[in-house]
T-cell receptor, first 112, second 113 residues
Framework: GQSLEQPSEVTAVEGAIVQINCTYQ??????LSWYQQHDGGAPTFLSY????GLEETGRFSSFLSRSDSYGYLLLQELQMKDSASYFC?????????????FGGGTRLMVKP | DSGVTQTPKHLITATGQRVTLRCSPR?????VYWYQQSLDQGLQFLIQ???????AKGNILERFSAQQFPDLHSELNLSSLELGDSALYFC????????????FGPGTRLLVL
């Protein structure tokens, strides 16, 4: 089976940088995705890493180390609107389709 | 707005009943996914359909079933409902069966009393 671990809660101030870590255990591995979910809203796709290294998309970056079964989401120049839950998710080789297994989510609180 | 629509937004029903949740994917998307989100279980994959065929199956109970119709909309049927089935049910879609990004609808909040 698959399991993912991420911190349950992170707090940071506006304008700062925050890193949300995710470690995973899976029998096979295609890649690591990140989703954002605001309270009462739907998950929104942020990024995907299939290979080792850093992927940058505006203020958000995502990193993957396959050898360490570890990834992180980096949020820069934090804004109040970034307060949300962030989920890492893996798709592994065991699936014929596109099944995602999600971590428990990290609740990010951005303070003024 | 992701372009994925789900109806109804809210549903209140009693134990033992059966409900049907409906999802219309984004225009052009052939793949539909169903997820359940609850406080104790988190966000869990239920099932994936691609162009009318079941493609992947997750932790979906036998009391639950789904299908994707020729017009690509999908329905999730939940029967013999239990209190523990109360959750937020999301539908997502993607263009192909293996697209990295999945686009989630607004969800259906189910309350079983």
């Amino acid at each position: 089976g698959q399991s993912l671990e991420q911190p349950s809660e992170v707090t940071a101030v506006e304008g700062a940088i925050v890193q949300i870590n995710c470690t995973y255990q899976t029998s096979g591995f295609y890649g690591l995705s990140w989703y954002q979910q605001h309270d009462g809203g739907a998950p929104t796709f942020l990024s995907y890493n299939a290979l080792d290294g850093l992927e940058e998309t505006g203020r958000f970056s995502s990193f993957l180390s396959r050898s360490d079964s570890y990834g992180y989401l980096l949020l820069q120049e934090l804004q109040m609107k970034d307060s949300a839950s962030y989920f890492c998710a893996v798709r592994d080789r065991g699936n014929a389709g596109n099944m995602l297994t999600f971590g428990g989510g990290t609740r990010l609180m951005v303070k003024p | 707005d992701s372009g994925v629509t789900q109806t109804p937004k809210h549903l209140i029903t009693a134990t033992g009943q059966r409900v049907t949740l409906r999802c219309s994917p984004r225009s052009g998307d052939l793949s539909v996914y169903w997820y359940q989100q609850s406080l104790d279980q988190g966000l869990q994959f239920l099932i994936q359909y691609y162009n009318g065929e079941e493609r992947a199956k997750g932790n979906i109970l036998e009391r639950f079933s789904a299908q994707q119709f020729p017009d690509l909309h999908s329905e999730l049927n939940l029967s013999s409902l239990e209190l523990g089935d109360s959750a937020l049910y999301f539908c997502a879609s993607s263009a192909s069966a293996t697209d990295v990004a999945q686009y989630f609808g607004p969800g259906t909040r189910l309350l079983v009393l």
